[in-house]
């Protein structure tokens, strides 16, 4: 199973590998490598799911055609169906990445899939880039036998193991913690020493400064069942970032971001590995703190600083009783470190800002779309049922994709009609250059209209790397 | 082992009875009766199998229509804690199906719209 062991089994999956002598690592050398290097998306594996709906299917993941010069573009042409219903597919991430670049033999082929409400842990083999093939199954019960459950985001740590955020106890009560699985796909153990946190969601890693970053969601018995105002008033829901050392696996230094920082998910390091900033969103709060690394700080180990830096302010809607809230609930960094981009699933927004001075992002450009909000409501006549939400980004910083999901409990409160319409995943145009997004109406991939009925899709993840996952040593 | 007559109905009509043993869990009797019934976690804590209870065999209902509380725990026996269940969800009836196991007969909402009903939009 583990892929540093058979080279010779690699498939050149894009030029750059060409480029390169066979035994070097999967990824690229630089994130300006991957930029030149890359190539356009063909292909899209997007997490789809029918757990919680009365369709007797198991959730799946869709590869989707996004070569516009293929019969099939815009269209779901493979799906990998898993063993079991009830999974909630939600994120997930590759086996390996650049930051393994060095790593002779090893190849990004395997995708690591895990069910967010089973705690099953999925191993797909991606070998062939438009019909993988499920290779391995973790059962939860395996899981649990380490105190943890809910897996969440997904890295591949250098030399081919794999590190799982993990959200809850094994009973879905906090703490949660870390799970490791070396290179055959087996757990290797709890990577933290327990204890370290007690909320859990999103991590980033920064092997050359030694630091890891990890957010805030809530206890999985929270947040499992949907929102709830009153799990905000009890203090349920997270707002702390945790700075750890990378090697020790501990935590470092803890911010409290307080009231503008709740629910602090999405956390992203600038990809040039030598620098010390980065980027969460604040979901509820619907605000984007800017963290950073302050070399003058004195005080211990205290050296990491958190500024609120955007912040977007709730709307009046005729048909709300209150304010609603932007809900902020992805951001992701162009591989160039020049623009953040974002969703506001509520609001039906995406936006973009140049972020060439991290302590001041000035707004580039928003779409309208979708959500409670959009001035946009349709796209080729199909009604958008819920806002712009996970999203993904190609490598030249030219074309940002979203899904419409954020998680079944959720989305039926605030969109009931996605889970009988189904997702859509959307597109639009960027120039990086000029600073601007502008939606393709002759984009849209339907889940509407799968077999077994309509499905919701998540998390977007391209084959050979992307701004979500990829991270450079 | 004893058993207790479990009949599910779904919104759409259809209804089915099972005689479910003390010692399953209801989500498991449907599973192995063939239904299809929505869930997640199978542990008590994501709430995605919840059912409501219609009725409970020689249970009272309070003035508001609601099946006696303590009618509602002396049918169901849970084999874990329901985590996913807020004290509300509880006296209002509601039922994680895949820890819960019957000690009466009783009729039970099922389908992914009841756990719809477990939050509201708060901003609506």
């Not at chain 1, 079991?84 to 670049?101: K, Q, Y």
Request: glycine letters at 8%.
């Amino acid at each position: 199973m583990s892929d540093a062991s058979t080279p010779d089994d690699a498939e050149p999956s894009h030029d750059h590998e060409h480029h390169h002598h066979r035994l070097e690592g999967p990824g690229y050398a630089t994130p300006q490598a991957a930029i030149e290097e890359g190539g356009r998306e063909k292909l899209a594996y997007v997490m789809s799911l029918y757990v919680g709906t009365d369709v007797d299917a198991p959730d799946f993941v869709a590869v989707v055609d996004l070569d516009p010069d293929s019969e099939t573009y815009c269209e779901i042409v493979d799906r990998i169906e898993l063993p079991n219903r009830g999974d909630e597919l939600h994120h997930f991430g590759w086996n390996a990445c650049s930051s393994s670049c060095h790593v002779e033999g090893l190849e990004r082929r395997h995708l690591i899939v895990p069910g967010q409400r089973s705690s099953r842990i999925h191993v797909i083999d991606a070998k062939d880039r438009r019909n993988p093939e499920l290779a391995k199954v973790i059962e939860p019960e395996e899981v649990y036998e380490y105190d943890l459950s809910a897996p969440h985001t997904v890295h591949c740590i250098p030399d081919g193991e794999i590190l799982i955020s993990m959200l809850g106890d094994a009973d879905g009560e906090l703490p949660g913690g870390f799970l490791e699985l070396n290179d055959d796909f087996e757990i290797e153990g709890r990577w933290e020493p327990p204890g370290e946190i007690e909320m859990n969601y999103d991590y980033w890693y920064q092997p050359r400064q030694n630091v890891m970053v990890s957010s805030e969601w809530g206890a999985p018995k929270t947040y499992y069942p949907g929102f709830d105002l009153e799990d905000v008033e009890a203090g349920n829901y997270g707002r702390k970032i945790h700075f750890w050392d990378w090697e020790d696996g501990t935590v470092e230094q803890t911010i409290d971001l307080g009231e503008e920082g709740q629910i602090p998910l999405e956390v992203r390091f600038l990809h040039t590995p030598e620098s010390t900033h980065g980027f969460v969103g604040a979901a509820l709060s619907s605000n984007i703190f800017h963290f950073w690394r302050d070399e003058d700080a004195t005080g211990g180990d205290e050296r990491y600083r958190a500024k609120k830096v955007i912040d977007f302010e709730p709307r009046e809607h005729e048909d709300w009783d209150m304010p609603v809230p932007g809900l902020t609930t992805d951001i992701l960094i162009s591989l160039d470190d020049r623009y953040l981009f974002g969703s506001n699933w509520l609001h039906g927004e995406v936006w973009m800002y140049d972020i060439s001075d991290p302590s001041n992002p000035r707004r580039a450009d928003s779409l309208s779309v979708g959500g409670t909000f959009g001035e946009v409501q349709e796209v080729q006549g199909r009604e958008l049922s819920a806002g712009p939400q996970m999203i993904q980004l190609s490598l030249d910083g030219e074309r940002l994709y979203w899904t419409t999901s954020l998680f079944s409990s959720w989305d039926e409160q605030f969109y009931p009609e996605e889970g009988e319409r189904g997702s859509v995943m959307l597109k639009a145009d960027v120039d990086p250059r000029k600073g601007t997004l502008e939606l393709d109406e002759e984009f849209l991939v339907d889940w509407g209209e799968c077999p077994a009925g309509p499905a919701r899709a998540h998390e977007i993840r391209w084959p050979d790397g992307d701004c979500t996952s990829d991270v450079w040593q | 082992m004893t058993s207790h007559d479990v009949t599910l109905e779904w919104p759409d009509g259809r209804t089915l009875t099972l005689a479910v043993d003390e010692d399953e869990t209801i989500l498991g009797a449907a599973e192995c009766d063939g239904a299809v019934l929505p869930y997640g976690c199978r542990t008590g804590a994501c709430g995605t199998c919840s059912g409501r209870l219609l009725e409970v065999e020689g249970a009272e209902r309070d003035a508001d229509g609601t099946i006696d509380a303590c009618a509602v725990d002396d049918a169901i026996a849970y084999r874990r804690l329901s985590r996913a269940l807020k004290d509300r969800h509880r006296a209002a009836g509601y039922v994680l199906l895949c820890i819960a196991s019957p000690r009466a007969d009783c009729r039970i909402a099922v389908g992914s719209s009841v756990h719809t009903e477990l939050v509201d939009n708060p901003w609506k």
